[in-house]
């Protein structure tokens, strides 16, 4: 059973920072290739940051590039997101997944085998 709970969201004011963790309860963490995905009201889920099974590679949103940093720790079996210079439209549902198959990161979230429950991130004007 692949578990991923997600912890550290809360309410922050524009232009704070937040660190989101995703804490992957698997037989071999680093075999998945690890992703963070965010979700608004009304709107679709969509990608925000992935990073290899090694960790040399990342891939990030456009909206997100150069304040939030996707990095994990596979003797913890943990993966982050170091989120700065935030914003209202930041606003979301935040959810971890891995993905069991790919070579490398992707952005599509039906490639993503396991789902975290989600942690709300809220960030006020």
């Known amino acids: 059973q692949v578990q991923l709970v997600e912890s550290g969201g809360g309410l922050v004011q524009a232009g704070g920072s937040l660190r989101l963790s995703c804490a992957v309860s698997?037989?071999?963490?680093?075999?998945?290739?690890m992703g963070w995905f965010r979700q608004a009201p009304g709107k679709e889920r969509e990608f925000v940051a992935g990073i290899s099974r090694s960790g040399g590679r990342t891939s990030y949103a456009d909206s997100v590039k150069g304040r939030f940093t996707i990095s994990r720790d596979n003797a913890k079996s943990t993966v982050y997101l170091q989120m700065n210079g935030l914003k209202p439209e930041d606003t979301a549902v935040y959810y971890c997944?891995?993905?069991?198959?790919?070579?490398?990161?992707?952005?599509?979230?039906?490639?993503?085998?396991?789902w975290g429950q989600g942690t709300q991130v809220t960030v006020s004007s």
């Open positions: 698997a037989r071999t963490f680093s075999r998945y290739a």
């Open positions: 997944a891995a993905d069991d198959a790919a070579l490398e990161v992707t952005k599509y979230s039906r490639a993503y085998d396991y």
